[in-house]
């Protein structure tokens, strides 16, 4: 990125943020924010600001249930890089594997069998990375 990066709600972008770090860890947001180049830093902020800062900061919702939706929502979407992001998290804020399995279980009556096969693909692989770095 050849600019200096300021975001245009700074308060709204610190919060989220701090939420994006809490759910999906510094390193990936770190590489998030310093990856973003002249043409996606605007993608970068607005996600940031309104999706963390704002959507994931109401109160009618927990992260948990948060984390439940966008798991059955990035299925539906067949979104695996997004998936993949979002299943680290939705472990971070407290969603078991078994909870997980529910999820893509719902998703194949809701949304189709090949979405779901895919998520449950996408999820051994990303339990996979997380075992051999906790055995690591």
């Given at each position: 990125m050849t600019r200096p990066?300021?975001?245009?709600?700074?308060?709204?972008?610190?919060?989220?943020?701090?939420?994006?770090?809490?759910?999906?860890?510094d390193a990936y947001v770190d590489a998030?924010?310093?990856?973003?180049?002249?043409?996606n830093i605007e993608m970068q902020e607005l996600v940031t600001q309104y999706c963390w800062g704002d959507v994931w900061n109401r109160p009618g919702?927990?992260?948990?249930?948060?984390s439940l939706l966008n798991l059955a929502m990035l299925t539906a979407l067949n979104r695996p890089h997004e998936l993949k992001i979002h299943l680290r998290g939705a472990l971070n804020n407290g969603v078991t594997r078994d909870e997980i399995k529910?999820?893509?279980l719902q998703?194949?009556?809701y949304c189709g069998v090949p979405a779901a096969v895919d998520?449950?693909?996408?999820?051994t692989e990303v339990?996979?990375?997380?075992?051999?770095?906790a055995s690591a």
């Open positions: 990066y300021a975001p245009k709600n700074p308060a709204l972008f610190e919060e989220g943020l701090a939420t994006r770090r809490e759910v999906l860890g998030s924010i310093h990856n973003a180049t002249d043409f919702l927990d992260r948990r249930s948060r529910e999820v893509f998703t194949a009556i998520a449950f693909r996408t999820a339990f996979k990375e997380l075992d051999a770095q």
